[in-house]
Every structure is written in structure tokens, then in C-alpha cells.
């Protein structure tokens, strides 16, 4: 029976060629994105879920009120808290505090090579799954001179030996010691969110004060009993700061690791999204473009069942039953979705580098895991159902006595659903041009917004050993070049925030004020004036005044966060700093990304805190500036010249955003694509349904463009009824997208008239093409035919 059933769905899928091509082209098409979206969908969740203990691991976070009432979340504590929770909670077993990866220079000088490095608490490989091929879990970091290399540099430095007992030099702030090395690890999975190619321990990047609860410094992961429960212990541990720190502004709280990735944007102490919000919109736009390609099967199917009205009458005279008829048209369905799944599929393997590139992702179609048969069999089985439940039922429930008539005529029903599903088409296409068109227009405002600092003609490079050493004598050889117009360092690229803390103490200020949270930038003399950052009140630093390495200048949030009226010359310090005075007042500038608003910030003239080269290079001579930064670099440095453009990487601070346009551009151009197709099918039945009709018209005097508004009426008729629903829903949805930014575009009518025009333009050349034939047909060919 199943092999009658595969071989009349074969015969027609080759009789119905046109009809085959739409609903497999359609359907490939669709499952195409689908398996897309699958990969990376899977790929965001196994993020850090390799860890063997993950799932009794958490991160501590501190969560500080602002003056507001509201509560900002770090996912940086203070060096103190490992203690104290080891020593106040019992259910944890274990304690590790890390650093983030922090570039240094590691090797000896004619094998010198950046690398990353991190500082971590003895138990760090006991903790977590990074597996070394030498060395002892626990006691590779237990010296305050012990290193732990990856394979990789391992290999660079030592190619014929053992690399274990062997010393390296590193060189994390101003000098290069030597290390010695207990530990090789392998390499990192791309499933780690961490990325590092050196570990030593903690202690050796402690800053000044790092004693401090306030200085959130440091990340801390706790590893806790099964029996334990997440909750009790982060009510355990919530108001440690104030019991142990005597800090009553500041909390504790946990994450599960494996949410750390998905979840990083937090309210009032809670989650609420983060990546999991472009997880979500990538899983809603795989089920739209799949729900798209259904609908066009149903529509095809059930328009097109009066092709089969006699098969089927014949079929039910000769004793088929409704569920004989049922299995039939399912199977045909099967077979037309496995050969749109073995197409999506080789789509899926050929177009995966290009989507690679695009997600800055390494996704691949393993055909040796089960679990991707696994999926692939859920997917097919889901869209069998969907594009082939209804259709069986609709053909099946034909009375035998119509369906051997010529003429089949739809039910109200059917032509209700096939209406409803047309609009619903429409109405997902809408939603994925509106979405690709504010996204756009939000990119395009942030590239075009004064951020309140010159960001072009800025060549930044990082200052390695060599270089950080000498930076006096490279700065004087750059400014000597006439292509350079101003030499100057910082701590901070502008894209991040840099350091931030609540230690600061300034003159008037209360103990309250340490509720307040400054952004810090550490700065050489004439940054300011390179990046024509504006100065409010007081001057700028100067060279001529050899106290301002311990003065400040603060922009113009800071000095209405400190309540200063008159801030020039007021006294400041943190951090352990001598203290100074504030000796000028910018104006706001945005210093970190338009997500956020621009808030206090303090900048200080440290000169041998810089490690980032800032150079102004003067308009139009760009290459020859760059040849004389290479070319200066390589007097003082062994190692590769880096550099990178101020303003581009200040847009790579949103490549979230850019991919974001790119994938949902892309998803809504395939989603046109298959509803046109859809379309198309269901004009050229209209048209062939309508042949004597418009002839007879024809006869009687009407013309080609009455016809045409005739046959074209009822299309537009859908497509109106979609905007019409889809306008409100979609101006809420990109309204609040929007608001994750502090400045963002407004959104205006004008942008749902430009889709809307687009979407209508799209179904009148659509259907164009099978109603102008229809209308430009002789009425005698017609009236012949039928």
C-alpha cells in the first residue's frame, strides 16, 4: 500500500510540474532558513555548557542602588567576597575569583608575542573544564611566579622540549619576570565564551586598593552541593557587604553559569534578557519563514484540488474510505517535503561559510551526530503536519457525487482560510521589512551621531613591551612626521567603559556619596584636545603644570552627580591616589555605547598608565602617516604593527546590531520571495478559472485596464487587510526595541508607507503577469478552450 501511495504522489509531483516547483522551491527555500537559524540557535545555547560541574557552578554578581531606588548589576565583585562566602556559607564548596583576559606581553625578546592572560584562584582548572595535557589541576597555580601556557604557545616557545619546568617572562604592567611553567592546557572549545593563552595566579594583577568591597575588580564563581538551592544561598549571601564590608548599598546575588551568556541584562537585580533576545527573534523568524512556506502548500493544494475532483469521486465509487484518502495525500505531502529537506539540506552545507562570516560564528552540519538526524526528523515531521494535515482532510472530505462533476467549487470555509492564510503571509512579510528598515535607520543614526568628540583622522594602536618602555621617544618620532598632526595615549578605546567605581571622595561630598558610580579614563596629555572634546569651565591638562599628573577633569554629569556648584579646584581622590583637584569640567560626551545614557566620568592625567597610542593624522594623508606608525614602530619593537580607525571601531561597538540588520534583511527578502511564489500559484489558478468569463467581458467591451484592476482587486484586498493588522502590532514590537537604546530615531507613519507601497508593488507585480495574459487572451481562444 505505502509503495502505491510513494508512486501515484510521484506521478503527481511529474504531472503538476508547476505546481511541484512552487510548493518544493518554496518549501526548500523555507527549511533552508530554518536549518540556518537552527544552528546558530544551537550553537548560542551550548555556550559554556561544557563545563562537567556547570551545572553546580554560579556567578556571583553585586548589584548596587543608585540614587533612584533602582538597582544597577555587575557581574564584577570586590577581592574580599571569595573570602567571606567560604567562611559564611557552608553549602559552598568552593571559591575561585578570575580576572578578564588582559593583553601582555609574554616571551623572551626575540620571541616576544602578545597573548592573552588572565589571573585566577589556585582551583581554577579543578573548577572548570579546561583540560591540561600537563600539570596538576590543584597545584599548578599554587606560586605567586607560576604559569599556565596553552598547547599553542607552549609549541611557539618550546618546539622540541617539554614545556614543563621550563621559565618564561611576562610582562603584565610595567616589567617582564620571569614565570615558571606548571601547566599546558588544551585547546579551548569554541563553545567557551572565555578565551585566554596564559593563566597565573590572582595576586599577580591585584591594583591599588584591592582590599576594597567597592572595587569590582575581580569575578567570582562558586561551586555548590547538589542539595543546595540556588536561592537559599544567594538570601544567604545578599547582605555580606554590609555584615563583613560595612558597605549598605551593595548586595550580592548569583547566576547559573550556563545563563551567564544568554542572560546579561539585568533589572532591579533580575534578569531580563540579554542575547536571549536575538535567540528568541531568530526563533520567531525561522517559525514565521516556515509558516510562510506552509501556508503556500496548503493554498497550492487545496486551490488546486479541483485538478483531482475526479480522481478522488472515482477513488471514494470504488470504496475508498476518508482515512485510505487521507494517507494518500499525507505520503504525497512526505514526499514533497523530503525532497525539499534534502535540498534545504545541501543549501544549508554550501551557504554555511557565507552565514559563518556573517554571525562571526564557526557553524557546521555534522552528519555524524545523531542528534542532527534527530532535529532533521523533528523539523520534517513539523512540517508535514503543518503543510499537510489540512490539505489531507479538505481533499479527503470531498462528496463523491461533486468531484466527479467537471467543475469543483470551494467552500465558504476553505475560501475563508485560504484568504486568512494569505493575509497572514503578508502580514509576517511586513513584519520582517519593517523590522530590517528600523534596525537600518537605528545603525545609520548611530554612524551619523555627534558623540560630542572628533572620531575622525584617529589611528589607535596598543603600546606592547617594547614600545610602552620607550613611549616617550616613539611619541616624539611620531609627531615629527608632517603627516601627523597630534600624538597623545589613554587607557580606554572610547567603546568601552573602561574602569568604574564608587571609591571616589571629593571636597563636600558625604558618606552617602558612596552610592555614586563614575566612569574613569586615564588619559596622557592633549587627548582632549586631539578628540576637540569641548572644556566647559576651568582648562585643560598641561605639560606646564607638573601637578596636574595628580588632577582631574570631570564632565558636566559628574559635577551635577557630585552637587558641586563651583567644581574647579575642589579637591578628589580614589583608588589610592595622592589625591588632586579638579582643574576643568567637559561637556557630556558619549565616552561607552548609545545603549547606554552618557554618565559621570573622570578623567586623569596618569602618562604611564596609558597603553593605547592615540595619533591625529592629518586629512588626506592617511598612508603615508600609517607607513611612518609601521615604520616607527619597528625602531622600538620586534613585534607586528597593530593598528585600528577611532570611528570604525566605534561601529564595530555595535556589531550585534549590524548583524542583526543583515540576518533579518536576508530572512525578509527569502519570505518575499516565497509568498510571491505562493502568489503566483494562486493567480495562474484564477486565471485559468476565469478564462470564459473575461472572455465573455471582453466581448461585451471591456477593456484590458478594468480587467486587470478585476482580477488584481481581490489580491489587494489581502494584502490591505495585512497592513492594516500588522501597522499597530509592529510599531509596539520595534517601539520597544528601540528603547534598549538611550538615543534612538523616533518611529514616523512615513516608514509603514514606504513598506507598505513596497509590499503592494510586490503583489501587483506578482500577479501581473498571469492576469495581463488572461486580459490580453483572444475571447475566441478562450471561449474555445473551455
Known sequence: MIKNYLKIAWRNLLKNRVFSFINIFGLAVGLWCVFLIALWIMDEFGKDNFHSKGNQIAQVLTNIKNDDGSMATWDGTGYPVAEALSEQIPEIKAVIRRTGPRESILGQVEKSIG???????????????????????????????????????????????????????????????????????????????LRFDAVVPLDNFLPMNNKSWGNTWVKTFVFYGENAALGQLGE???????????????????????????????????????????????????????????????????????????????KKVLGAGKWTLIAQFLMEAMVLVLVSVCIAVFLTKISTPVFNTITEKQLHIDFTNIRFYGILAVISLVTVLLSGLYPAFSLSSLKSRNGLHEKLKDSRGETTIRKGLVVLQFFLCMAMIMGTLVVYLQLRYIQNKNLGLNKEHIVYMPMDNATYLQSGALKAELANFSGIEKVSSASSNFIDQGGTTSDPVWEGGTPQDGQKWFSIITSDFGLTEMLNIPIKEGRNFSSHFASDTLNYLVNQEAVEVMGLKNPIGKSLSFWGDEGGKIVGVTDNFHFASLHNSIGPMIIRCRPKETYLLYVKVRPGQTVGALAHMEKSHKMFSELPFHFRFLDEAIEKGYANEHRVQQLVGIFAVVSIIISCLGLFGLAMFTAQQRLKEVAVRKILGANIGSLFKLLSKGYLQLVGIALLIAIPLIWYVMNSWIQDFAFHIEIQWWMFGLVSALILFITLFTVSYHTLKLARTSPSKSLQTE
Open 115 to 193: 597573548a592573552q592572560v588572565i589571573g585566577a584562584d589556585t582551583g581554577f582548572f579543578d573548577m572548570f573544564s579546561f583540560p591540561l595535557s600537563e600539570g596538576q589541576p590543584n597545584q599548578c597555580l599554587q606560586d605567586i611566579k607560576n604559569i599556565v601556557l596553552s598547547e599553542e604557545m607552549a609549541n611557539h616557545y618550546f618546539p622540541n622540549v617539554n614545556a614543563m619546568g621550563q621559565t618564561i617572562n611576562l610582562m603584565l604592567d610595567e616589567v617582564s619576570e620571569p614565570f615558571l611553567i606548571t601547566g599546558v592546557f588544551k585547546k579551548i572549545t569554541e563553545q567557551s565564551t
Open 236 to 314: 544567604k549571601m545578599k547582605h555580606l557587604p554590609a555584615q563583613m564590608g560595612d558597605d549598605d548599598f551593595r548586595t550580592l546575588s548569583l547566576q547559573p553559569l550556563k545563563d551567564r551568556y544568554l542572560y546579561s541584562k539585568f533589572e532591579n537585580g533580575l534578569p531580563i534578557g540579554g542575547r536571549i533576545d536575538n535567540v528568541i527573534l531568530f526563533a520567531l523568524i525561522g517559525i514565521f519563514i516556515l509558516l510562510i512556506a506552509c501556508f503556500n502548500f496548503i493554498n497550492l493544494t487545496t486551490t488546486w484540488a479541483v485538478k483531482r475532483s475526479k480522481e478522488i469521486g472515482i
